[in-house]
Each structure stands twice: as structure tokens, then as C-alpha cells.
């Protein structure tokens, strides 16, 4: 083949998109931390996903136009880290393709070599051995090989052979990679990219594997207009494939149809093998999107508003139903001189936010990062004059900074760097609803410095880290991005983890937020130890009700 029009493009990006949607589980696994929150695979399948869904129907001939539409789609459905630089390396392959209908094999290796540069710059501090690396290697190696009489099942052969061997490679680049013998999980995805890419060449387009068991697309009649005001709220169903257990919680259905019974009414769980199936009505989808998610993957989900869809029944409407999910109207609420927007992952940390001001809340963090899409809908929605966006989680301060960038003139947005909970709530105390955009956004960020932040979660593998040797299923603690402890008791491992965190003569605030996993019982067992041996600090501690970590802990 020696050259690719639009259409022959599209195949080649959806059968790239479909290889990483059959092994993300496996790009997922391989994360650093033995904890159950890898999601790099997971967050560069929806991100790919958001840029086929924008080209599924698009019949354009030409390859810039289809290249274009495509980074559109990823840009607005970026997600962590990976999916962020995913989508600026597509921008700038776009970018190369300026103007032209029907691409070269040198026109593709200009085109990867100018998404290579948007990448990096895209990135306040590039890490080497990450997949800027394997992107940079294998691009340039090709612009070295590259010949105008070459075929394009050539050029990727180029590619991804230097691809994989750069992806090698980057243990030795990383240390936390050598550390935790493992490779870089984003370098991992875009070899399946380009794997995947490369079969749709050879005439081998690449289906989804996964099975699915839910309808496209469902239609709701007047049945359901009858429907009582209390039982209205979100209609939220999910198809998951359970494990593996070397990355995700053991699973217990008795205690997962109790949480999930917790946040919601007419409830259905059914397992079949490694398949369960959810049906449950709640005012908070995202919760039990969260609390799911860490006992596998989903292979399906669909949210309804079945509010809305009663409003529209009983108007003498038909609703629709497809797989989007759930979109907040813009521009609802009154228009404000500043507002506060933030990540928040569970239900008693949307709470203790909105105690602080916080005008929205984008439910995520670990294991669901919200794309850039979502936060230009709560740009919109948060309808301010100056608006401050509380990631809450390194790997989604990228995210907020693209839809910060995507926004024209709705509003002056300031992304406060946030990586955790506790910083989020401090950063929140700081905010004055008066003050000029610059004032509050300087006040919110000085904050982050004066916090401590630490977390308590359960290993999912055997390993050795930071010196610490670990068990699966023991509870670790974490500080600092350093691993702390490890301890089967769920109760020794927080003491331990609040011993090294203080610092008597420095601190006197603790902030506790409980997860969902953790008893009465525990609960009351550290606040005895630390009203024993911290008497004189201020602590607040509250059921934040969040999924897959036990305790976050702040510390002032």
C-alpha cells in the first residue's frame, strides 16, 4: 500500500482503538504501586474509544479531515495522564496531516514526528522512560528509515519493533519501573496501538473481543410514567468482568449487593462466572461506579435520568436511551463572581465540599478519572466569572488543564494543582467568594504546600518497594509517594501510617476521611489511639464513604 485516503485512516484508527480495548486489563496491571487503582488501559481505552466514536459515521475521503476529527474526539475524552498525551500525540499527527487528502509513508512519519513535538510540549516536565519516550524513539527511527518507495506495513513494522524495544528500555530510564519490575504502562498501550493499527493494514481489522449484553440502544414508553417521585433519581446499569485478582479486590457478592443497597433501590446483582450484571436506582451513579470498579472492569454500563424521562413521558414524549452517559445541563445555576470545582469520590467528600463552597462536583479519582470533557460540562454548568478546578489526583490534573485550554470565553479558569483529597479541602478553606481571581488562586495553591497527604488501601500483589516487603491482601500505607508500611490489620497499618506522618512540634490538624470498607468498630479503635497520643491536635474525621481506600489522611 502506498497510500491511505480518509476511510482507509478511520479503519486503521478503530482497529488501533479495539487492539488496546482487548488488552487494557493487562496495561492496567502493570502498575507501580502494588495497589488496586491501575488504570492507565483503562483510561487510554475511553480515551481512544471518544475519538472512534467521533469518526464511526464520518465518510470523508480525506485523511486530514478524518485524522482532525478523530484528535478532536480524544481530546475531549482525554483521561489521566496517559490518555492526556495519547490524545497530544494524535493532535499533532492531525496537525502533520494538514491539507492532505491522501497521506504518504513519508507523510506518516512527519505526521508521527510532529505529534511526538506537540506531546512534549504539551508536558510542563517531560519524564523520559514513559511513553514520550517510546513514541519519541520509535518516530524518530522511522524518519531515519524512511524511504518514499516504502510501503506503509513497512513503516509500522519500523515503528513498532523500535516501539517495543524502546518500551524495554524504559525500566532502565524509570527507576520506580526497575523498582517494581515493571514496564511503562503508557508505553505498553501505545504498542497495542500501533499493533492494532498495523493489522487493520494487513487486511486484519481488529473486533472487540469482550463480550457485551446490553442492547445499543433501548426505548422507553409511557409505561414508566407512573413511577412514584422517591424512586426517580438515576437509573444505573453495568455489565463487569470480575478480576484479574493480581489488580483487583477479591470478590465477595453478599458485602458488594450491601454497599450498592446502600447507595440505591431496586436493586438486581447477577454473577454468572466472572460476569456480574447491575441494576440499581440511585442519586449517585458515580459512587456506585467507583465502589464497582475495584473488583474488575466494565464491560458495558448505561446511565438513565429517569427524572427526566418522567418530566418527558408525562408530557406525552418518547425518551430514547442510548449508552452516553448522564450530561449536566450548562449554564444551571446562577451566574457568580468565582466557584469552585472538584473531584470528589465519594458521597461524604461531595459533602464536606460543598461545606467548603465548592459549586460542583465531578465525581472520579482513582480507577475513574474524569475526561476533559467532563470538566468543560462543569466549566459550563459552574457559570462563573473566575472558576478554580480541584483535580485532586495527579493523574487528573492533566485532564483539567486540557479542558482548561479548550475553553474560550466562558470563563477565566485557574486549575489549582491539587493531588489529593486533603490538599483539595485545604485548598477549598482558602477560598473567598469576594476575592479577585488571581488573590484566591494564589491563596488556594499556597495551601497545598502546608499538607501531608497519606492513604491506606490493600495490596493486590507480593513485592518489595521503598525498602517495604509486601503481602497481597495486607494493608499498606502510603505518604509522600513513598510506601510506609505494611500490616495485616486494616487499624495497625493507619497508626503506623499517622506516626510517620506527624510531626508534634510541626503539626496540629488531622484530617480523617473514612472509606467504605472500614467498620464502626475500626473506626472508633484510631480515634482512640489518636486522642491517646495526639490529645492536643485538632481532628476531624468523617465517613467519606470512598471506594478502594480505607483512610486519606491530611496532615497540618
Known sequence: MKTINGQTLKKIFISGSNNLYNFYPEIDALNVFPVPDGDTGMNMNLTLSSGCKEIKNNDSESAYAIAKSFSRGLLMGARGNSGVITSQIFRGFAEGLQNIDELT???????????????????????????????????????????????FEKAFEILIKEAKASLERTPNLLPVLKKAGVIDSGGAGLVKILEGMRSALVGKDVERTLNSAFAQETTITAAGASMEEEEFGYCTEFIMELGPDSVKAPFDEASFTQALSDLGTSLVVVRDEEIVKVHVHTMTPGDALNYAQQFGEFLKLKIENMTEQHHALVSGGEVTVTEDLVKEPENSLERTKNAIIAVSSGAGIDALFKELGVKVIVKGGQTMNPSSEDFLNAIKKANAENIYI?????????????????????????????????????????????????????????????????????????????????????????????????????????????????????NSIITILVGQDVTAEEKQQVVDYINEKYPDFDVDLRDGKQPVYSFLIGVE
Open 390 to 506: 480541584l483535580p485532586n489526583n495527579s493523574n487528573i490534573v492533566m485532564a483539567a488543564n486540557q479542558a482548561k485550554d479548550l475553553v474560550n470565553d466562558i470563563a477565566n479558569v485557574y486549575v489549582v494543582p491539587s493531588k489529593t483529597i486533603p490538599q483539595g479541602v485545604s485548598a477549598a478553606s482558602m477560598f473567598y467568594e469576594d476575592a479577585d481571581g488571581e488573590e484566591n488562586f494564589n491563596n488556594m495553591s499556597s495551601a497545598l504546600q502546608n499538607v501531608k497527604s497519606g492513604e491506606i488501601t490493600f495490596a493486590v500483589r507480593n513485592t518489595e518497594i521503598d525498602g517495604v516487603s509486601v503481602k497481597k491482601d495486607d494493608f499498606i500505607g502510603i505518604f509522600d509517594k513513598s510506601l510506609v508500611t505494611d500490616q495485616s490489620s486494616k487499624v495497625n497499618a493507619t497508626t503506623t501510617l499517622l506516626d510517620k506522618m506527624i510531626d508534634e512540634d510541626e
Open 105 to 151: 509513508v513519508k507523510d506518516l512519519s512527519e505526521a508521527f514526528e510532529n505529534g511526538v513535538r506537540v506531546a512534549y510540549k504539551a508536558v510542563v516536565k517531560p519524564v523520559e522512560g514513559t511513553i514520550l519516550t517510546v513514541i519519541r524513539e520509535a518516530s524518530a527511527l522511522l524518519a531515519e528509515q524512511v524511504r518514499s518507495s516504502m510501503s
